[in-house]
């Protein structure tokens, strides 16, 4: 709660391919990847930073240009920062800072590839501390936790497509 002020997950539906996104970012006609609000901490229902559903190629709302911008650099982690002004200011307005309540000045957006390397599924956007700085044993911290939801997520697929197989067999027994 301390090192995570607030927290946002949301699940990436389509074709994440860096390629796509980097070929269409300029030009974001036809392109499409909705993402879904999954999990939320710490930010009231209906705030504007945490919109229920964004769509990556057609939205410059909330953090989707930078979960599209992290697809664009290869899914790479994204810091944005108040003090070099990445980071707009009036983004953050109205969000209940968990932990000390202080206003977060840093905030990372993060995509989750699983370990199965099948492309980007969920995205965590995450407030730091803010009485700490952005250094790199809090950039230790953010890739622990990235490694360890994309673990966790490789766990879920693999269950998921054990549980088509079952059912493909299932119904191609019956059929026989």
């Known amino acids: 709660e301390v090192d995570i002020p607030f927290s946002l997950i949301y699940s990436a539906k389509g074709d994440t391919d860096s390629d796509a996104a980097s070929s269409t970012q300029s030009s974001a006609v036809g392109f499409s990847l909705p993402v879904t609000l999954v999990h939320s901490a710490g930010v009231p229902a209906g705030h ?25 650099q290869g899914a790479a982690e994204i810091v944005l920062s108040e003090a070099d002004g990445t980071l707009p200011h009036d983004l953050l307005d109205g969000i209940e800072f968990r ?10 957006v993060t995509p989750i590839i699983p370990t199965t390397g099948d492309g980007v599924t ?22 622990l936790l990235s490694r360890q939801l994309a673990t966790s997520m490789a766990s879920v697929m693999l269950f998921e497509e054990e549980i088509r197989r079952g059912q493909r067999a299932a119904r191609e027994a019956a059929l026989d």
């Open 99 to 108: 932990g000390y309540g202080d206003r977060c000045t840093t905030v990372i």
């Open 122 to 143: 969920c995205f965590m956007v995450m407030g730091a501390n803010p009485r700490r700085p952005y250094d790199d044993d809090y950039k230790l911290f953010t890739q």
């Open 48 to 72: 504007h930073a945490a919109p229920a559903t964004l769509d990556l190629g057609q939205s410059g709302d909330a953090f989707a240009p930078y979960m599209l911008n992290s697809i664009a």
